[in-house]
C-alpha cells in the first residue's frame, strides 16, 4: 500500500466500511491473495506456530478472548489499526488478551525496530516505547532504512535506557526470536500485515467492523 492510499483509508474512518485491500500493507514479494472463507481452517502447526510463550502480550494470560496480530512495527497499516485493537480491549476489560508476533517484512527499519521492542520489553517499558515508534513511524519508517541512532532516540524518549538497549538489542534471545517469528510467519501462511486471528481463527474477511464483530461474538459467546 503506497503513503496515500493509507492517508486516504484513514481519512475515511467512520465514513466506511474497513476493507481488506484498503488496510493491507503487502509483503513485497509475488505471493497470492488469500482466498476469504466462511470458516477459516487452522494450518496444521498452528497451535504451535500461532502463539509462543516469548511473545509480548497485553491483557490476562486467562483472558476467554484471545488476538493475535501479526505485527510489523514499520507497517502503516499496524500504525493505524493500534487504536483499534486498544479501543477494543478497552471495550471487553478482562475478556480480551492481544498477543504480538513480530513480522518483518519491510526490511532492515522493520528489523532495528522489533530490535528496540525487545529492549524495551527486557526494560519493562514494551508499551511507551511501542506507542513512540508507532507516533513517529512517518520519520523513521518512510524511506525502508532509519537514520543511525534515530530509533533509539524516539525510544529514548518514552524511557528506554539508550545505553543499555545497545547491548540488549544484540543479545542471542534477541536474535532467536527474530528466527522463530520469521518461521512461524512463513508456517502460518501470513502474507499481509496486520493479520489477526481471533481465539486460533484467521480474520477473513479482514476489516476494523469485522475485527470488532468477531470478537464481540467471541466474547458473548464466553458468557452463555
Avoid at 486498544?86 to 526490511?107: L, N, P, S, W
Avoid at 530490535?115 to 513512540?132: K, P, T
Amino acid at each position: 500500500m503506497n503513503r496515500r492510499a493509507v492517508i486516504l483509508s484513514i481519512l475515511g474512518l467512520g465514513a466506511a466500511t474497513f476493507g481488506g485491500a484498503a488496510w493491507y500493507v503487502t509483503r513485497p514479494a509475488p505471493f497470492a491473495k488469500i482466498e476469504a472463507q466462511t470458516e477459516p481452517p487452522m494450518p496444521a502447526k498452528q497451535p504451535e506456530a500461532l502463539m509462543r510463550s516469548y511473545s509480548p502480550s497485553f491483557g490476562p494470560e486467562d483472558a476467554p478472548v484471545t488476538i493475535v496480530e501479526f505485527f510489523d512495527p514499520a507497517c502503516e497499516a499496524c500504525r493505524s489499526f493500534d487504536p483499534i485493537v486498544k479501543d477494543i480491549m478497552a471495550e471487553h476489560g478482562d475478556a480480551v488478551r492481544v498477543i504480538i508476533r513480530y513480522t518483518a517484512f519491510h526490511g532492515e527499519a522493520s528489523v532495528e525496530a522489533i530490535r528496540v521492542l525487545e529492549a524495551a520489553r527486557m526494560q519493562g517499558v514494551f508499551r511507551q516505547v511501542m506507542d513512540a515508534l508507532l507516533r513517529e513511524q512517518p520519520n523513521w519508517a518512510s524511506h525502508g532504512a532509519p537514520a543511525p541512532g534515530l530509533l533509539l532516540d524516539i525510544a529514548g524518549s518514552a524511557g528506554l535506557d539508550v545505553n543499555a538497549a545497545r547491548t540488549q538489542m544484540l543479545a542471542p534471545g534477541v536474535v532467536a526470536i527474530l528466527n522463530q517469528d520469521s518461521a512461524d510467519v512463513e508456517a502460518m501462511g501470513v502474507r499481509q500485515t496486520p493479520t489477526f486471528f481471533v481465539n486460533g481463527r484467521l480474520l477473513d474477511p479482514f476489516g476494523e467492523v469485522e475485527l470488532r464483530r468477531r470478537v464481540a461474538a467471541e466474547v458473548a459467546a464466553t458468557q452463555r
